[in-house]
């Protein structure tokens, strides 16, 4: 066993090769003086030599102490330069939230479209920021709890949306082994819903701003307007029409595409219904005159303005534009009032045109079908509504 080299005298070495400094740690010199730790040691028998940094970088007393660690695992049996790889193996397999979420958006998106995905990422990042830099493995619930509990009592419908995301990401990241077995953090039932308050006990559901539906015609009309004018104003007015004869929502219309036109059916996949079901509605004739008369600049029916795929915020902003504070979403509820009032038509037809959710189990296993016929009457009826001629 060779005394130990003090600092000065390791710093004194010169000469290519590598000189012992102290019982199995050596200092590598190399060509233009690089100078760098190297523990040598056997493992059954078998030479092994490890690196333990740059001289430049790592002290002499820092050296030392990594070659003492090593030396405790070869005394045990277990060779230091496997342990060293299985870590830096695990390090790379280990995934940020920010990571899997971007993996998993990027995994949906082709069924999403454009507007879902954009909703998904923006919310996220400006909602989930403390979970970004945080390894899926190490979230847990407090965590989720520090993300949700700021907005459930101010922001409940936004608050539960992001809950959902969330609890889906680290589902995501559990299949694909970023995540260890056990609960996930962000579920509801049986362990969030003991920690929060029920949405429906925080805030009374305030319901969207709807015009109503006695001054439909005339905003169709207005609507009509603004067909002829330039491409970036008359597309969404012609959308925003097409949303109201059809009583559908916004990214519906925004992303919907000609390969769904078959004929006077418009048929939507799952993956843009709220309710994650196909939905089929039946087209009255203004809701095809539109289709006639739009021009194909590609797949999407009313792309936006530079032809890709339009801001969720389109038809918004065009109400705006046009002065009227009213809700994109209202115009569901002006069809629905419409329907109510001054319609024989049953609630329940009425529903499954807004593509709603039966909530009665028994209903629902009864009501197998989608009231495609009865429905194509509705709808009907609403376009003549809606192209109700005004006394001049």
Request: aromatic share 6%.
């Amino acid at each position: 066993m060779s005394k130990p080299l003090s600092a000065v005298a390791v710093a004194a070495l010169t000469g290519r090769g590598c000189h012992r400094v102290s019982d199995n740690l050596y200092l590598q010199i190399a060509e233009g003086n690089t100078r760098a730790w190297v523990l040598r040691y056997q493992i059954d028998g078998r030479p092994r030599h490890m690196g333990l940094g740059s001289a430049k970088w790592v002290s002499l007393a820092e050296a030392r102490r990594k070659a003492a660690d090593a030396m405790r695992m070869v005394v045990e049996g277990n060779d230091p330069i496997t342990a060293r790889k299985r870590a830096r193996q695990a390090r790379q397999a280990e995934k940020t939230f920010s990571e899997c979420s971007t993996a998993y958006i990027s995994s949906h998106a082709a069924g999403w479209g454009h507007s879902n995905t954009h909703q998904w990422e923006r919310s996220l990042r400006n909602h989930a920021s403390t979970l970004a830099p945080m390894v899926v493995s190490d979230i847990d619930t407090p965590a989720v709890l520090a993300v949700l509990e700021p907005l459930w009592t101010v922001k409940p419908e936004t608050a539960s949306r992001i809950r959902g995301r969330i609890e889906a990401v680290l589902d995501w990241a559990k299949a694909r082994g970023f995540r260890n077995g056990g609960e996930n953090p962000a579920r509801w039932k049986g362990h969030l819903e003991n920690l929060l308050a029920k949405r429906s006990r925080i805030k009374r559901i305030e319901h969207f701003a709807a015009m109503p539906y006695q001054q439909i015609p005339a905003f169709m009309a207005e609507l009509r307007g603004k067909d002829g004018i330039a491409h970036q104003a008359g597309v969404p007015a012609r959308g925003l029409a097409f949303l109201i004869l059809t009583a559908s929502r916004s990214a519906e219309v925004l992303g919907a595409r000609w390969d769904e036109i078959d004929g006077d059916t418009w048929s939507i996949p799952a993956e843009r219904m709220k309710a994650a079901k196909p939905h089929r509605v039946p087209l009255c004739d203004r809701a095809r005159e539109l289709l006639a008369g739009q021009p194909r600049r590609g797949e999407l029916i009313f792309p936006g303005a530079r032809g890709g795929a339009p801001s969720i915020h389109t038809f918004k902003r065009l109400l705006g534009q046009m002065g009227h504070d009213v809700t994109t979403h209202g115009f569901r509820s002006s069809f629905r009032d419409w329907a109510a009032e001054t319609t024989a038509f049953p609630n329940h037809v009425v529903e499954a045109a807004l593509a709603h959710t039966i909530s009665n189990a028994v209903e629902a296993a009864y009501r197998r079908g989608d009231l495609i016929d009865k429905r194509r009457e509705l709808m009907a009826a609403w376009g003549d509504y809606c192209s109700t001629k005004l006394p001049t």
